[in-house]
């Protein structure tokens, strides 16, 4: 009887649930050991773009998003373009108006704006503006927001739009 060869098959899907694994570990550890490090600020805000205000005369960046730049314009299927820039500002204008805002500020950024998460009444406004179609998630903490307001096409996704960060570099 001739014997048969047994080949090992290579395995290549335990490698792709690792690396899920390990991003998604350091995802929700990132979210996990964050909060231990914040510092709270409360009251009221001046908006200065779509995600960035000032909380007793602190200029916070907001974390998880990127907003279209205040002078930035954003184009509707008709072809009409329309200041999309100013309309994310406006939105967070209106959002906080009446409200007091809460920031967890973490740390800067190279510009020394503090970065943090901001809340109204324990809502995430970085959720609220991507969520509304104001803004682009820029991690995996907001992707689901940004998926549902992309398939409602709200905000910059009921047209066409440069990324912000493609903006800020073609003006450079």
Known sequence: MKKRKYYKRKRRIPFIFKSLFFTLLLGIGNELIRPLFAEN????????????????????????????????????????????????KQFLVTLTKNSPVECKLYNKDKYGRDLGTCFI???????????????????????????????????????????????????R
């Not at 600020?41 to 279209?68: M, Y």
């Not at 549902?148 to 066409?160: P, V």
């Open 41 to 88: 600020k409360t009251g009221g805000v001046r908006i200065v773009d779509g995600d960035t205000l000032v909380l007793n005369e602190r200029r916070i960046r907001i974390l998880g998003l990127d907003t279209p730049e205040l002078k930035q314009s954003c184009y509707a299927l008709s072809g009409q373009s329309w200041p999309c820039g100013e309309h994310a």
């Open 121 to 171: 009444e324990d809502k995430d406004i970085a959720q609220i503006l991507i969520r509304s179609g104001y803004g682009i998630a820029t991690g995996t903490t907001y992707m689901i927001s940004e998926v549902a307001a992309r398939k409602d096409k709200l905000g910059i996704w009921s047209g066409t739009f440069q990324t912000p960060k493609q903006w800020r570099d073609s003006k």
